[in-house]
């Protein structure tokens, strides 16, 4: 079964609108961690955000926001005013819990944003 | 300083020949993982290194896949016998582990394998 489930594999946004990059999780461990990345063109990785469960507040990082419910098990990332440089592929990933290293990620979401 | 390196970063070869791959971790960091990448694709998580612990080799595909990781530093990813299907993007990352989980993974450039 998908661990990390992000359910649109393609988005067309307009540049200076907001976006929000959908990401679901499945986890039975109370201790985990979640993060976004995003993937240009050159195929390098770059982090964006992170959030750990028992964080209190949702994580930001500049433009980058983390809509983080608990209860849905839902990690959504919000790129607020959005620019030319955010088309790229965007991967959520998660380590699952204390006892396991491994991150594993989701199939991501290609962002296009349009001029 | 230096991020991850990988090398080569492009490979081709014949189907049945193996191929090493070869990545730099960032000094210092006792975590290293590698994951592949096929043409737009995710990423799949293929095997993890934590300082002087037994590797977690639970996703790699086949017995034909391997990787060791010399003096917690280096480490090489060795595919036998390659098939067309081994053709992908080799990704690898390390991080500082900490008690947490908030250590970030840096990526190399990655090694694009092409089999013919």
């Known amino acids: 079964a998908q661990k990390i489930t992000q359910t649109q594999p393609g988005m067309f946004v307009q540049e200076k609108e907001a976006v929000t990059l959908d990401c679901t999780y499945d986890?039975?461990?109370?201790?985990?961690?979640l993060f976004w990345y995003k993937q240009p063109s050159s195929g390098e990785m770059i982090f964006l955000i992170y959030q750990g469960s028992y964080d209190q507040q949702n994580a930001t990082e500049g433009r980058y926001s983390l809509n983080f419910q608990k209860a849905r098990k839902s990690a959504n990332l919000v790129i607020s005013a959005s620019q030319l440089g955010d088309s790229a592929m965007y991967f959520c990933?998660?380590?699952?819990?204390?006892?396991?290293?491994?991150?594993?990620f989701g199939k991501g979401t290609r962002l296009h944003i349009l001029p | 300083g230096a991020g991850v390196s990988q090398s080569p970063s492009n490979k081709v070869t014949e189907k049945g020949k193996d191929v090493e791959l070869r990545c730099d971790p960032i000094s210092g960091h006792t975590a290293l993982y590698w994951y592949r990448q096929s043409l737009g694709q995710g990423l799949e998580f293929l095997i993890y290194f934590q300082g002087n612990s037994a590797p977690d080799k639970s996703g790699l595909p086949s017995d034909r896949f391997s990787a060791e990781r010399t003096g917690g530093s280096v480490s090489t990813l060795t595919i036998q016998r390659t098939q067309q299907e081994d053709s992908a993007v080799y990704l690898c990352?390390?991080?500082?582990?900490?008690?947490?989980?908030?250590?970030?993974?840096?990526f190399g450039p990655g090694t694009r394998l092409l089999v013919l």
């Open positions: 990352a390390s991080s500082l582990r900490l008690a947490g989980y908030q250590e970030t993974q840096y």
């Open positions: 986890t039975s461990d109370p201790s985990y961690g």
């Open positions: 990933a998660m380590r699952e819990s204390i006892r396991d290293d491994k991150i594993i």
